[in-house]
């Protein structure tokens, strides 16, 4: 009897030996996993796109710029979200491009701003840009410039056209997120500083009126730390209408709300404003990305050339 009751409990003891090892196993395998996942997950927003590489014989310019299909997510919401019920009516932009005036730089350049006419350039023929766009140096021409924005900026970077310190953009990046990074930025003395970014505040139904005060606090920073340079403030990009569908506050109406205020900012400023938006008018194929809010390769030299040819 004392023998049977002896193996019955070293049994038990075995089996709950068995017991103790088979969870404790099981805990370092979910450890393991969670540790794998947030490391995966803090990268990917860090990254916010792939950088620049080739593989098995894949060259960037046959990547998207956005994180695949799954974008409709990828404009990270910001942390001061408002709703704002009493919007005020959008104005119609026709404006491709419009210098204001600066006393302190070259006078000989003609002031549109008063009478809002397109700038000549504005007509080029968009297929003879892309004809031409591949005897343009880009590193080369804008050299001298710095670029800030959001992902749709990061491309600039993503595609080797530009190098990718003279690219200050991110993911989700906001007005207030520029802000806080301009402290970090280490070119000196750039000629010219191109901004486009607002599509994630217009996701994010912050109001135009904060907007704008986001968007001058943000000029007056960059004012003091290059009061030497040219200071071009863009039109937010038009998005694919089955964005709505998933993202309601992305409309083409606040959009060009958006826009209609920058231009009064730029106006009170004494900016260069570009409508970079109308270089999409037009085209007779789609350039966005399968999200409705990115851009494939081909519109960055669109861009780059309006740029070239309006300042």
Known sequence: MKIKQSRSKRRQKYIRRRITVLLALILILLSTFFLIKNY???NMDNLGVLKSITVFGISNKDKTISNGSKNNDNLNKIEDTEDDTSKKPPNDIDDSIIIAPNAEKDTSKPNTETNNKPNKN??????????NSEDINYKEV?????????SITEGLSHYELLDE??????????LLKANKELS???ILKPENVFILLGTNEVE????SERFIKNYTELINNIKDKYPESNIYVQSILPVDPKVQKKLPFV???????????????????SLNYLNVASILENIDK??????????????????????HNNI
């Open 142 to 150: 804008f050299g001298s410039s710095l670029f800030i924005g959001d």
């Open 251 to 269: 409309t083409t109406a606040r959009i060009q709300e958006f826009n209609s205020a920058i231009i009064e900012m730029a106006k009170n400023e």
């Open 286 to 307: 789609d350039l966005h990305e399968s999200d409705g809010i990115h851009f494939k390769y081909p519109f960055y030299k669109l861009w780059l050339n309006y740029l």
């Open 184 to 186: 970090n930025i280490k």
């Open 204 to 207: 994010a139904n912050m109001s």
């Open 122 to 131: 504005s007509n080029i023929s968009q297929k003879n840009i892309l004809d």
């Open 40 to 42: 995966i997950i803090k």
């Open 165 to 174: 310190e003279k690219v200050i953009a991110k993911l989700g990046f906001t």
